[in-house]
């Protein structure tokens, strides 16, 4: 896939070359004004790809649904995806690569309980773009472009607007409002994929962020390094590197994900000092078992990502036929948990509905609590009794039922 920059963009890199690494929160670069104003909306932003030539056409992907359907389901949910994703994928319509990139006439069903929006983000936005749910942290959605239309995406919403990417006029609306409520310490950028901004934009984005004092982390959540691995360049890592600390997250969602290229642009991230953790989807089909989700996991260590959590998928119009039943995340982390390092168990968290922010669940393993003494099992199903109560005296404060 092509992934040009335009050469005016590069110039305004390379004359950039007297910004430090990791400049200061107060420190305000003059030639940032002569960048911003030339990388401003009105200029035509760099071509990031071409969809005539990147976007999988539908001749991809003819042997796994019908025209009539792919026509029907795609005049509401566009299909995009990158030729390098595609290349991961086996010719058999369960495969997973296939499920999550490939339409499906079930996106048109839809079921009780299934929104558009069921996290309610457009309501948590007091500036256009900009979802601020929790006190400290805020999430800014900069662009609706994605490197690939994931089939089970949450803000499948998004889709049906013309592909947009917000203007730093707007973006700047985002910022000014962080700045202006100085509880927040934490922002995410998100989108769409922010890492198909050009790259000049994202710079201009993540200066302006570290310029708020009050703010402490920025993360970046991004399918790049999963989808389109080639756009982790070293101009990009570059880039990143002068505003670290920085978080990216992304979304392997099964070991065939990982390839020698993703690993090369997971590597790439970490030279630069970027933290990379991993948030999966559990997808009916794709990762619903203990054996794939293990395969998963270790292999993301192996490349130093951390799986950091596994979310139940949402309610989201268009997805259902993706959906498991909520104890099938719970019965995978039973059988992660304690079988493997803690490092390689993500935390199984539902994202509550209308608003209610992410719920941690794990399997029980306090079997019961009762006058002060407290059994607890093990992964193995072994019980261990304890004294909860300095008063309770157990004969053996600690034994194996
Ligand atoms: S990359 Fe993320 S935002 Fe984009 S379609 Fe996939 S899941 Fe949705």
Redesign the pocket.
């Known amino acids: 896939m092509d992934c040009r920059i335009s050469t005016e963009t590069l110039r305004l890199l390379d004359n950039n070359q007297g910004l430090e690494h990791n400049p200061l929160p107060n420190e305000v670069k003059p030639a940032m004004e002569k960048k911003e104003k030339l990388l401003s909306q009105e200029e035509e932003p760099p071509p990031l790809f071409d969809e005539k030539d990147n976007s999988a056409s539908y001749d991809c992907i003819k042997d796994f649904i019908g025209f009539k359907d792919f026509k029907k389901v795609t005049a509401r949910y566009p299909f995009v995806t990158t030729a390098y994703y595609l290349s991961l994928a086996q010719n058999a319509p369960d495969d997973p690569i296939i499920k999550q990139l490939c339409p499906s006439i079930e996106e048109l069903r839809s079921s009780v309980g299934e929104t558009e929006d069921p996290l309610e983000e457009e309501i948590a936005s007091p500036v256009p773009g900009l979802v601020h749910r929790y006190p400290d942290r805020a999430l800014m959605i900069v662009t609706n472009v994605?490197?690939?239309?994931?089939r089970?995406?949450?803000?499948?919403r998004l889709?049906k607007k013309h592909r947009f990417t917000r203007t730093l006029s707007e973006i700047g609306k985002m910022i000014d409002y962080i700045k202006d409520n100085k509880q927040i310490r934490d922002v995410i950028l998100?989108?769409?994929?922010p890492l198909t901004l050009p790259l000049g934009d994202l710079e201009i984005i993540l200066e302006r962020l570290r310029r708020i004092r009050h703010l402490e982390v920025i993360r970046i959540?991004?399918?790049a390094p999963v989808?389109f691995p080639q756009r982790i360049t070293p101009w990009l890592a570059m880039i990143l590197k002068r505003y670290r600390p920085l978080w990216l997250n992304t979304?392997f969602n099964h070991p065939h994900e990982i390839t020698p290229q993703s690993a090369a642009a997971i590597s790439l991230l970490q030279d630069s000092g970027v933290v990379v953790n991993n948030q999966s989807?559990l997808l009916k089909g794709v990762n619903d078992n203990a054996q794939t989700m293990t395969r998963l996991c270790h292999g993301l260590l192996k490349i130093g990502v951390r799986p950091y959590y596994l979310f139940h998928c949402d309610p989201v119009e268009g997805v259902g036929h993706f959906r498991t039943p909520i104890s099938k995340g719970l019965e995978i982390i039973e059988q992660l948990r304690g079988h493997t390092s803690g490092l390689a168990v993500p935390t199984f968290v539902v994202d509550a509905v209308r608003g209610g922010g992410k719920i941690p669940l794990q399997p029980d393993y306090l079997v019961s609590k009762n006058n002060g003494v407290v059994i607890l099992r093990n992964y193995k199903h072994e019980c261990f009794v304890y004294s909860d109560e300095p008063e309770v005296k157990l004969s053996e404060n600690r034994h194996n039922l």
């Not at 994605?146 to 994931?150: A, L, S």
């Open positions: 994605c490197f690939m239309n994931c089970h995406c949450t803000r499948k889709w998100s989108g769409g994929d959540g991004t399918r989808v979304q989807v």
